[in-house]
């Protein structure tokens, strides 16, 4: 099984926490799309003519493109990969760019599943972030998501948000506790929750260093994540990996196969493809990677992209990373295969030590989180690495 992912790299604003790569430059889509269809021929020998079973558009803004673009990557993908016939196709959107006629395109196109972008239905805080919607529009573009048969719906949303932010109060738990209450009343079957991170080269990184934001406090950090898996899982959601929920197992099909660790190809800039032991990154640069897929010569494509063999130790690792955060574990057999006696020594030896401090537990020869090892995944995680 294999995925793949692409990346549509604009946006038409910045929002104020974000540090995905895009750009507000919409003026080079052709292009950017031009060159796309390029690397999507080139990348079609990369997995050996493994089965694709997941298309995901990510951004940026997917939703930028019109029904006639979307069609053209679709069929380019379809010349040039042998594809499952449960194919599970992923469009991200914005609100804003949701209606009648656009969902039913995408929709007849082949797109099966949606996720929606709505974050929090508080308008001031929507404003203050820079977003381009209001909780007005997010409500339509669920009902219109629903109403025109996509079953498969998922939505963003985030927390731990600042208690001040440029200069303005807010009152986070309460707009935490009203934005899982919008969202649990809506049949969907998915969430995405994802606590706020600041990032420093963003607006809020920056409000940040001046004083004009105040991050959230680790308590209460805590004490909102608490919130949304209790809340979620009291309305029927599972939480199968840290930041995702589903109801009646509608998984992501594609974000599991990445805490799997199956392959997959990635498209567009700053995507990155994954091989066996094999990483490839594509250069964050939308002049450059265009200037390089219009161009008839690869040979100099080391000039765009990134390689990494990834050792053992690597795999080992980046198993731990990805499978810890998930209900599938970490498999302490598969662990112990890739790395040394000395490095599983020191494995088992903190191990011990967090299953000590009740963040871990053992179940059948897999490694998993407790409630309290959620709070601290990523220390964790660093724990578990084999140096
Ligand atoms: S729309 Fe998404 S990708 Fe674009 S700036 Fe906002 S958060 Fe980032």
Redesign the pocket.
């Given at each position: 099984m294999a995925g793949i992912y692409i990346h549509i790299p604009f946006?038409?604003?910045?929002?104020h926490?974000?540090?995905?790569h895009?750009s507000i430059n919409i003026s080079i889509k052709n292009d950017f799309l031009k060159a796309l269809t390029n690397e999507i021929k080139y990348r079609s020998t990369f997995l050996f003519n493994q089965t694709i079973e997941t298309i995901y558009f990510g951004?940026?803004?997917p939703s930028l493109l019109n029904p006639m673009e979307i069609y053209q990557i679709l069929k380019t993908i379809y010349n040039h990969y042998k594809l499952s016939e449960s194919l599970e196709i992923t469009f991200?959107t914005?609100p804003d760019d949701v209606s009648e006629i656009y969902l039913k395109d995408l929709h007849n196109l082949g797109i099966n599943r949606l996720s929606i972008?709505i974050?929090t239905f508080n308008d001031q805080l929507l404003k203050v972030m820079?977003?381009?919607h209001s909780s007005s529009q997010s409500e339509n573009a669920i009902k219109i998501a629903q109403n025109t048969g996509f079953d498969n719906l998922n939505i963003d949303l985030i927390y731990s948000y600042p208690s001040k932010i440029d200069n303005l109060d807010f009152n986070t738990i309460y707009i935490l506790q009203n934005d899982l209450e919008k969202m649990c009343a809506f049949d969907i079957s998915h969430i995405s929750a994802y606590h706020l991170t600041i990032e420093e080269k963003t607006v809020f990184g920056n409000w940040n260093s001046k004083g004009k934001l105040s991050k959230i406090l680790d308590d209460n950090a805590i004490i909102q994540f608490d919130l949304v898996v209790k809340t979620l899982f009291e309305n029927g959601f599972e939480q199968y990996e840290i930041s995702n929920f589903a109801r009646n197992r509608n998984y992501s099909k594609h974000n599991s196969a990445y805490w799997l660790g199956k392959n997959y190809i990635g498209l567009g800039p700053s995507a990155h493809s994954f091989k066996d032991n094999l990483r490839i990154s594509n250069i964050s640069n939308n002049k450059k990677y265009i200037d390089f897929w219009l161009q008839n010569d690869y040979s100099l494509i080391e000039s765009i992209q990134n390689l990494e063999i990834l050792s053992s130790k690597d795999k080992a690792n980046e198993h731990i990373l990805t499978r810890l955060r998930t209900k599938w574990g970490i498999e302490i057999q598969y662990i112990k295969k890739l790395i040394s006696n000395n490095q599983s020594k020191i494995f088992d030896e903190q191990v011990l030590k967090n299953l000590n401090l009740k963040l871990i537990e053992i179940n059948k020869n897999h490694i998993f989180l407790t409630q309290e090892g959620k709070y601290l995944a990523d220390k964790v995680a660093l724990d578990l690495f084999c140096e």
């Open positions: 946006c038409s604003k910045a929002c926490y974000c540090d995905f895009f951004g940026g803004t991200e914005n972008g974050q820079n977003r381009n």
